[in-house]
């Protein structure tokens, strides 16, 4: 009875990855929200999106770094 059966291997097999995905998934894709009031005025810098990244800023242009909202929408001017 020590042995668990095939179906149950493959439930926990199942259970493992998923976990380990869902993990991956936090780890690889971090997200970053600010706060903006909404009378501030026009070039009010928002946030420092390399620093809050944790990117080195000497590599950005090398790397041709970009911010590409997810939406079509603009929430910038």
Do not use: C, H
């Amino acid at each position: 009875m020590m042995s668990e059966t095939q179906s149950q291997r493959g439930v926990r097999y199942l259970q493992i990855l998923i976990v380990s995905l869902l993990l991956f998934i936090r780890i690889a894709s971090p997200q970053i929200r600010y706060t903006v009031p909404e009378e501030v005025r026009i070039g009010t810098v928002v946030g420092n999106v390399a620093k809050d990244l944790g990117l080195d800023v000497s590599t950005l242009i090398e790397r041709r770094f970009r911010v590409i909202p997810g939406s079509k929408d603009s929430f910038f001017q």
